[in-house]
């Protein structure tokens, strides 16, 4: 009987041993298995990470150009109204011009033309009140007035040159507003 439990033991032992390295084969798969799902976890994170840093960056960026449009556009809008305001003042002052110096620049337009007399003026509806019909040109002054303007029309035949106050200073726009931003503006 000693040899069957010697036999027994024997296969017992062979089995076991099989079941061990089964167990241990099976262990070593599953730490493995668990290996790999960790490092797949851990660059699934890493990406993860990445694009949301990517993202925030991003959303900075936005933020920071919106931001700095914003202020750009802000003084911008700082500069047209200054220069604005100040062609606006540039019409008002020429609007407020005494009598004697709106003669002297009528007479002085009417000096770079040669045979004045060719020439009928028409006085701007502000500038007839300002004169008072004692302007005393060489050329013929019309009855006819610009309603609500200043300055005056140089007209001969159907050819009109306009020396109307706020179309001469709207000619001059881009040159003021160069002016005004060489002068005010340099260092923004």
Not at 10 to 16: D, F, L, Y
Request: hydrophobic share 35%; net charge negative; proline share 1%.
């Amino acid at each position: 009987m000693a040899d069957i439990n010697g036999l027994t033991n024997s296969v017992i032992e062979r089995e076991q041993a099989k079941v061990d390295q089964a167990v241990q084969a099976y262990q070593q798969e599953q730490a493995a298995e668990t290996e790999t799902k960790k490092e797949n976890l851990k660059q699934t994170f890493v990406k993860r990470k990445f694009n949301l840093e990517q993202d925030s960056k991003r959303q900075l960026d936005i933020l920071l150009n919106s931001a700095s449009l914003r202020k750009r556009d802000q003084i911008l809008e700082t500069k047209q109204a200054i220069i604005s305001d100040y062609i606006a003042q540039v019409k008002h002052s020429f609007e407020q011009l005494d009598a004697e110096t709106t003669k002297k620049f009528i007479e002085s337009v009417l000096n770079e033309y040669s045979n004045p007399e060719q020439y009928e003026i028409v006085l701007g509806e502000k500038t007839r009140d300002l004169l008072n019909n004692s302007l005393q040109v060489k050329a013929p002054v019309s009855n006819e007035t610009v309603a609500g303007k200043a300055g005056f029309v140089l007209r001969q035949g159907s050819i009109e040159y306009n020396y109307l106050f706020d179309n001469l200073v709207e000619e001059k726009t881009s040159s003021l507003q160069r002016l005004i931003v060489d002068q005010i503006f340099k260092k923004s």
